[in-house]
Structure formats: C-alpha cells, structure tokens
C-alpha cells in the first residue's frame, strides 16, 4: 500500500508506525526546515531532532524545503544467514520514503528514508542525481538526537588514541562529550541505543552533547586530516542512523535490526565461508614468555607452530594462528614506519613446512597482517599477500592497524579507512579469505552484505589482561561488551584463559575472572570465530577443555534470557548443526545466584545438563581455577540454580537425551 502527500503549507506531518503499533516516528516539516521524533509505547524517546547538512562551500542543505512527495510500505520477511546468531533472521517493518526539494533556484533534492521495526528505526539520506548537486563535501551532518530524558549511558571515549579499546564509562547522559557508538543509555522503563547500520563509503558517526550539561546528541562525523567530513557524488546514501528501542537493555541483544538495514549477501559462492574455533602464537607474546620479534624469544618459529597444530588436530579446533611469521616484526615495529613484506617468512618459519604439515593433520593456519597502521605500505602488497595465502592454503586473516592515526593523519573511523576496509574486505573475497579485523573501523553490519566479514575486535580485549601496564580490565567488563560493543555485531574477545599463574613476568596483570567464567564467554560474547586463547600445554588433560571443544561456533537460535548492563547476563544458543543447546551465564566483582527457566528448550524432550560451575571457593582474585563439573536431567519444565562467585560464571551444555 502507499500514500501520496503533496506539500499544502507551511507545517506537515507524516507518522510511520511499526507493524504492532508500539514504535512511532514522525518526520516533521515545518516553515521549511526538517526534523523527526520518537515514540515508544507512548513514551517519548527522542523529541523534535533536526536534519540536514552543512556542505563545504555550497549552501545548507537543511532549510527552505517542501515535501514533493512520501510513501509508506509493509514489509514482512525473513532470510537466511550463512552464519551468525540465528539461522533465519525476521526482517518486518514499515518504511517511509519522503522526497525533499528545497524551494530556491537550485531545487536541490533529498530523500529520506525511514525504516521503523518493532524494535527500533533506521533512517538514511539519499542523494538522488540532480543537475545542481554532483560531487560535493559535506562540512557537518546536523542530525541530532533530542533524547526525551538525561538517560543512564554506558559509553566509551571518542578521539582518543587507543580507538575502541577503552573501559565503559557510566554516567548520566549530560556527562558525555564525545561518544563512539553503540551508544547505551537507560532508565526503568526503557533502554536505547543509537548507532549506525550499513557504513559504506562515509564517515563513521560518534556522538557529542550540543551544549555542556545538555539531553541533545548531535552526529559528529570523524573528520580526515584536512578537516573535511564526507567526500561524496550523487546519486549516494548515508549509512542508516539507528536507534534501537525495549523495555530492558537485556532484550537489545535479541534485535537484528542493524543486520537487516544492511544490503543482502553479494558473494555467489559461500561455501569456503566457515565458522569455526582457532588457538595459535599470540597469548604468549603477551604474557613476556616469548617475542613477536625474531631471535632467542621468538614465538613463531616451525616447531613452535607444529606443537600447536598437533594439539589442534586432536581436540577440535580448525585453525592455528601465527602472529610474527612473516619479515618486518624487529624491535619496536609500532613505534615506526612499516617494515612489513607479506609474502616472506621470518627466518626460523617455513611457511610451506608449517602449512604443509596443517593440511595433513585436518587443521588450516590463521594468515596475519599487521599492518602498523600504514595503509599505503599494506595496499601496496594487499593483492599479492592474499594470492600468497591463497597458494598455501590460508582460508582465513587476521588484520592489524596498530598505531594512534593510520599513514600518520587519518583517524581509524574516518571515510579513508572506511573506504580502506570495503575494499580489503573485497580483494579478501576475491581469493576466498574470511577476515578477523583488529584495531579497525567499528561493525555496522556489512557481515551480511559480505559474509567473509567474520569477526572484529573494536573492543578493549583479552589482551589487556596479559600485558597491559594499567593492570587489565574491570571483572564487569564482560558482562557490559554484549550490552554495548555486542550489539554492532560479532566480537574476537578471545576468551579461554585457564592458567592465572603468569605474575613472574607480569607482575601487575591478572585474568579477571573465574575459569567458569572464561568458558560462559563463548556464549555471551557473540563471535563465528572463537579463540581457545590460553596454550596448548594450559589445556592439556585438563578436564574443562571438554566445553571449549564442544561448544559450537554457528548458531540456529539465540536468546539474551536475562541480565542487567554490567552485573550479570544468561544467553543460551542452539547449535545450528544438531539439537544440542548451551548456555552461558557471568556476574561482574560480586557473587550472585541464579535461577534460570529452560523455558527455550523443546518441549517434552529430556536433556543431560553438563555444567562447569565455579568451585565453592572460587573467586576472580583469590581461587579463580576453582570449578566443578556436574550433570542433572531437565526439561523445558525444569529450572536451573546456578552458584556464580566474584568475577564467576557458568557455562551448560544441554544434551538431548533419547
């Protein structure tokens, strides 16, 4: 159905509603200046927000317009994902297209176009083609966001040097000054997100207050170093503002409302495309027993790699990581121009040996980049570093752009790396490469779009844990990512850590949970590509193991059944390749007890419940190896009582019992 509305004064509205009615926007034009606002249940969530653009050396392009026209359409339907949380992904709302035309003598044009879904909206510009607006730079975009209270935000710092990798910070929402998003904010009655969908060739969008002390977020687009937001050429779309909307934060988790703003599946063939777990030459580099450098300390030597490859083969997991492999990692490589060659193996690593070797034992090795944050250096090599991998056998990359600004002056968020990104995550696709991306623009989706876009860190990750000289993270870090970083999409934390004993070198640093806890991770933070981060010899017979080599990576369904942002979570998944279920549940510094309702297993069917609960004196600082296995029979029916000490968790496999 559509609704043709022509322009007949000064003042209009045009209201979309959800298709069950509870999430209402409305585009409102008046004396020729354009805003929107909306609705919750009733509620006001965002009041009266302007639109528009301030383009470099041109007029605005935010007042004097007239609607030339608007149409409304239902849509419902679903789609399969080649991976992700849930197989089939229920795609339903009601879209709105409004035609812009400025009254002057330029009539320039914009369209916007909104989305409103049961949970939230999405609403882009478009830039249709047109005689008076072709190539142009956008100055500053002036959508803002009214927010109708001085909402609880949970949020990280913008411009800042570490990019993504920082703490979450809660505070009142007239504290922040400039926010990267997901954006959480909060209060009893609901809970909000804004972020952005669809991130093509265009600025990444932080948040920043209009005034000191202020409820009104503006977009603040991240400049390149010539000041300049956007370069642009219509016909182009933005990228989807997104504001997701529910009763609790908890239920946030459960929308799939940024993937479905973003384009369907362009890659014809998928079927190298593979979720799967991987471990490899990493933690030990961080925790000072060995060096990314050549030499006496080097990690990646052949015999090192093979030692992980052999454990790999016999204990489930399809991939071996070798950070250091390739010439360029001497010295302080981050604190220099890029030395990099992408295709030549350090001295002590025999890349054909080492892959060689992987293929006959069932196991493929996990290519590095390292890029250092020089763009034009990698991009130089992109093309043949990838038909390298290709050669031997390399289905799957691990990107790095370590360093404060990428080629010495762009921002990581910025449209140039935007533009980087898209295109390494094409030329990966050409030579059938999946891409596990670190230090790199945020997600905002594109995993649909290009399925080979597995995973990414943005996040202050286990990392930090090993060898951070601030000590590592918070112990309720982990139960804040799925409520805020989570939400964008999937997350490589690289959880797994069961020794807690590495003080000898890292004399201020400590994994800040319980064992039980490093295996509920797995489930609560979201990612196709999981680490088993800690060293085969950590994990050799050790009892706990069994979880990480059973729990999956792909998913038939997946449900956040409770939490509360940075106390605790529950999330159970079901594998997409049998009937089995898992569920992982965390708590931040204190300990809690938990009772969960199986409610999401099928009905009338009995399960073996295997759980790896915290011991009776476990605790995150003082006995954080303390767990217990145990097993009961449980139905739909049943309810589950799990004991969580300080910095603890559990994690539950459900077997269905015949």
């Known amino acids: 159905m559509s609704l043709l509305a022509q322009a007949q004064s000064n003042s209009e509205t045009i209201e979309v509603l959800s298709p069950n009615g509870q999430v209402k926007v409305s585009f409102l034009l008046e004396h020729g200046s354009i805003y929107y606002q909306v609705g919750f249940k009733n509620m006001p969530i965002i009041n009266k927000s302007s639109l528009g653009f301030e383009l470099l050396d041109k007029p605005q392009l935010a007042q004097n317009f007239k609607i030339v026209a608007s149409e409304q359409t239902q849509v419902n339907q679903s789609w399969q994902a080649v991976w992700g949380e849930n197989a089939q992904v229920e795609n339903n709302y009601t879209q709105a297209i409004i035609r812009l035309a400025q009254q002057d003598q330029l009539s320039r044009q914009l369209n916007i176009h909104f989305r409103v879904f049961n949970d939230g909206v999405g609403f882009r510009y478009e830039f249709p083609q047109q005689p008076n607006l072709t190539s142009f730079a956008i100055s500053k975009e002036l959508t803002q966001f009214a927010m109708a209270e001085n909402y609880t935000a949970w949020w990280i710092p913008a411009y ?29 009655k609901v809970a909000v997100a804004i972020h952005e969908a669809a991130l093509v060739d265009y600025a990444s969008m932080t948040l920043k207050l209009l005034t000191d002390n ?22 182009m779309s933005t990228p989807w503002r997104t504001i997701q909307v529910a009763d609790s934060a908890v239920q946030l988790i ?40 050549p030499g006496p300390m ?113 921002w990581h968020h910025g449209q140039f790396m935007v533009r980087h990104f898209n295109k390494l995550i094409k030329t990966a696709a050409k030579y059938q490469i999946m891409v596990n991306a670190h230090e790199t623009i945020k997600d905002t989706g594109l995993r649909r779009t290009y399925p080979n876009m597995m995973t990414r860190e943005c996040v202050r990750g286990m990392e930090y844990n090993g060898g951070s000289p601030d000590g590592g993270n918070l112990p309720n870090h982990t139960v804040i990512i799925p409520f805020t970083r989570g939400l964008s999409g999937p ?62 990576t792909d998913w038939r369904k997946s449900i956040a059944l409770a939490g509360d942002v940075g106390e605790y979570l529950v999330v159970a998944r079901q594998d997409k390749h049998s009937e089995q279920w898992f569920l992982g549940a965390t708590s931040n510094e204190d300990a809690r007890n938990l009772s969960v309702q199986l409610d999401f297993l099928p009905k009338g069917q009995k399960f073996k419940a295997v759980i790896y609960a915290d011991g009776a004196n476990a605790h995150w600082q003082h006995n954080p190896a303390a767990y217990q296995i145990t097993s009961q029979q449980v ?24």
């Open 254 to 293: 459960n929308s799939n409302l940024i993937l479905n703003l973003n384009e369907e599946n362009k890659l014809q063939d998928v079927s190298w495309i593979e979720p799967s777990k991987y471990m490899g030459i990493w933690w030990e580099m961080h925790i000072g027993q060995k060096s990314w450098s």
């Open 491 to 552: 997350t490589d934390f690289t959880p797994g850590i069961f020794n807690f004993a590495y003080q000898e070198k890292r004399p201020n640093n400590r994994v800040p949970t319980t064992l039980a806890k490093q295996l509920a991770l797995y489930v609560t933070i979201y990612s196709p590509q999981q680490m088993a981060a800690d060293l085969p010899e950590n994990y050799q017979d050790h009892p706990a193991f069994q979880f990480i080599y059973d729990v999956p």
């Open 160 to 188: 800042r040097d570490q990019r993504y990798e920082y703490q979450y910070l809660k505070s009142a929402l007239s504290s922040i000054d400039y926010a990267h998003t997901p954006l959480l904010m909060q209060n009893k």
């Open 214 to 235: 202020h409820k009104t977020l503006e977009a603040d687009l991240v400049p390149w170093a010539n000041g300049v937001k956007v370069y642009a050429q219509a016909p």
């Open 635 to 658: 139905t739909a029916k049943s309810n589950l009582s799990l004991q969580l000490a300080a910095g603890g968790g559990a994690a539950v496999q459900f077997i269905p019992v015949n």
């Open 298 to 410: 080097q990690g990646a030597t052949t015999e090192r790699a093979k030692q992980y490859i052999d454990f790999a083969a016999k204990h489930n997991i399809k991939g071996v990581l070798v950070e250091g492999w390739n010439k360029g990692w001497e010295g302080n490589w981050w604190e220099r121009k890029p030395t990099f060659i992408f295709d030549q193996a350090v001295d002590g690593f025999d890349l054909a040996q080492v892959s060689q070797y992987a293929q006959e034992k069932g196991v493929e090795l996990v290519g590095h980049h390292e890029t250092a944050a020089g763009i034009a250096h990698y991009e130089a090599q992109m093309e043949q570093a990838f038909a390298y991998y290709q050669k031997h056998g390399i289905r799957s990359v691990k990107m790095g752009y370590v360093g404060t600004r990428v080629d010495g002056g762009e």
